[in-house]
């Protein structure tokens, strides 16, 4: 099974970046699909970003498409969600997770504990 933790959220000013990387041990990620989903209080976790396994595609939630781009390095084991212009709305828990190539949280099946980011206005 892969273990996967998340690092890099924190508290930032509307319009700063930040950059969260997400690591993963146990077993080598370089024939999984991840996913960045968040999860607001009170809200369902959606999906935010998804890398194929190699890296060639990725696919964006429209309310952060051009504002944030994954990327991974399969020799590190590691996915990486660069996040800019920060808007107070894209505060929430970010998970990484492994699986299938999907939209669907339901599609994947193995997750971080999250990393918490908070945008202040």
């Known amino acids: 099974q892969a273990q996967l933790v998340e690092s890099g959220g924190g508290l930032v000013q509307a319009g700063d970046s930040l950059r969260l990387s997400c690591v993963a041990s146990?077993?080598?990620?370089?024939?999984?699909?991840m996913g960045w989903f968040r999860q607001a209080p009170g809200k369902e976790r959606e999906f935010v970003a998804a890398?194929?396994?190699?890296?060639?595609?990725?696919d964006y939630a429209a309310s952060v498409k051009g504002r944030f781009t994954v990327s991974r390095d399969n020799a590190k084991n590691t996915v990486y969600l660069q996040m800019n212009s920060l808007k107070p709305e894209d505060t929430a828990v970010y998970f990484c997770a492994a699986g299938s190539w999907s939209r669907l949280k339901e599609r994947y099946g193995y997750w971080g504990q999250g990393t918490q980011v908070t945008v202040s206005s």
């Open positions: 890398i194929s396994w190699s890296g060639s595609v990725t």
């Open positions: 146990r077993r080598a990620i370089s024939s999984l699909n």
